[in-house]
């Protein structure tokens, strides 16, 4: 039986051990997947120990992302983009990392909702450590524009100047956008973003990388400005999980019809 955990401060939230054990029966695997609760100011010394008595893979979730960056021996250009890890593995004693949130996002818009990001005009709304984690893959898709906009204005600008895209004020956001991505914690914090009806109404599709039972405050603020198309992050959180699942495994498990257990299972808590 192979070891494999995730590791998070808080993490008994975690969705991760239902998901990889559901792509594993796909598989006809036998593994392993804990949640493992690590100290706020222990996150290296567990890790280290986890791999060392036999671990083979673990995924990383807040706030360790950016020390499992610095603990990896080798990381991904996905993860160097990032600056930051959510997926950690060891083979022949060297310790990889990569980043697999963005491909995640794109897998989750492309396949499952059957959106193309290509020549699109994407808005993407945060400047954060998750804005940041998505966008060379967002980019590599070769999208129209990819235009970042945050409440702060300098880490935008500093964002956009680091990608080679561009920015704007979130106050001067106009109805110009194809596909609106939001990166920001606004609605697990009931913050309603100062983005304009006509703005939202506008895009083909309104995406939040946060998920709920139902929708969040801003589709909901989407769904009444009256877009048409909407969805929340847990086909992200699967297809990014499938992402890590394969890099492991070298199999890649259907994603869809694990969003839609998770879906049900969250609805019947």
Request: aromatic share 8%; hydrophobic share 45%; proline share 4%.
């Amino acid at each position: 039986m192979t070891l494999f955990a995730v590791f998070g401060n808080p993490v008994a939230h975690s969705w991760s051990p239902q998901i990889h054990q559901s792509f594993a029966r796909q598989e006809g695997r036998q593994l392993v997947y804990e949640r493992q609760l690590i100290p706020i100011d222990s996150f290296a010394e567990v890790a280290q120990e986890f791999f060392q008595s036999g671990g083979v893979g673990a995924n990383i979730t807040v706030p360790f992302k950016t020390e499992a960056f610095q603990l990896a021996d080798e990381v991904s250009s996905r993860a160097r983009a990032a600056q930051a890890v959510n997926t950690l593995f060891m083979r022949d004693g060297i310790l990889f990392a990569d980043n697999t949130d963005g491909i995640g996002l794109v897998r989750a818009i492309q396949e499952l909702l059957n959106f193309s990001l290509h020549d699109k005009r994407i808005l993407l709304l945060g400047a954060g450590g998750a804005a940041q984690g998505v966008i060379l893959p967002l980019l590599q898709q070769r999208p129209a524009q990819l235009i970042i906009a945050n409440r702060t204005e300098a880490k935008a600008e500093k964002l956009a100047v680091e990608f080679g895209t561009a920015w704007v004020p979130v106050n001067e956001i106009r109805p110009h956008y194809d596909i609106i991505i939001n990166a920001t914690s606004g609605s697990l914090q009931g913050q309603m973003l100062p983005i304009a009806p006509a703005v939202l109404a506008k895009a083909e599709l309104v995406y939040d990388m946060m998920y709920a039972k139902g929708p969040t405050l801003f589709l909901k603020q989407a769904q009444q400005a009256g877009c048409v198309n909407t969805a929340d992050g847990l086909s992200m959180l699967v297809a990014q999980a499938a992402e890590s699942y394969y890099l492991w495994h070298g199999f890649q498990p259907d994603i869809s019809v694990v969003v839609s257990a998770i879906r049900q299972q969250m609805g019947q808590q």
